[in-house]
C-alpha cells in the first residue's frame, strides 16, 4: 500500500523561508514515483481543508497554485530521488496549518484535482 512521508514543517518567523519534502513507499505495482501526480493541501485551526498546490506526472508538465501562496511558494519533484518539494518564501501567520502531502497515479494537476493518497502532515508555525 502507498504511504506518504512529509518531512520538514517547523516554527519559523514571519517573512522566513521553509522547505518541505515528502516520498512516497509501497508504490502500485509497476509504478514509479514519475507517475504519480503530487500535491499540497494544509489545514489551519478551525479552517477547511485547502490545496495549496500541485504538479503533474512525468508525462504532463503542469503546476497549479493557490491564489494565496502563487508567487512565494513553489512546488517541484526530482523523479530520479522521488521527492516533492514545497519551497516557501516570505511566510506569513496565515500560513500556519498542517501541511499534507498527497498523491494520484496519473492524475491531472489543476484546481479540482482530488488525490487518492494522503500523508498524515507535518506542522507549520509561522510567528508574526
Known amino acids: 500500500q502507498v504511504q506518504v512521508l512529509e518531512s520538514g514543517g517547523e516554527a519559523v518567523q514571519a517573512g522566513e523561508s521553509l522547505t518541505l519534502s515528502c516520498t512516497l513507499s509501497g508504490l502500485d505495482p509497476g509504478m514509479l514515483f514519475a507517475d504519480y501526480t503530487m500535491g499540497w493541501f494544509r489545514q489551519a485551526p478551525g479552517k477547511e481543508r485547502e490545496k495549496v498546490s500541485c504538479?503533474?506526472?512525468?508525462?504532463?508538465?503542469?503546476?497549479w497554485y493557490a491564489e494565496s501562496v502563487e508567487g512565494r511558494f513553489t512546488i517541484s519533484r526530482d523523479n530520479d530521488k522521488g521527492t516533492l518539494y514545497l519551497n516557501m518564501n516570505s511566510l506569513q501567520s496565515e500560513d500556519t496549518a498542517i501541511y499534507f502531502c498527497?498523491?494520484?497515479?496519473?492524475?491531472?494537476?489543476?484546481?479540482?484535482?482530488?488525490?487518492?493518497?494522503w500523508g498524515h502532515g507535518t506542522q507549520v508555525t509561522v510567528s508574526a
Open positions: 498527497t498523491a494520484d497515479v496519473y492524475g491531472l494537476c489543476s484546481a479540482t484535482w482530488r488525490p487518492y493518497y
Open positions: 504538479i503533474d506526472w512525468y508525462g504532463r508538465s503542469g503546476t
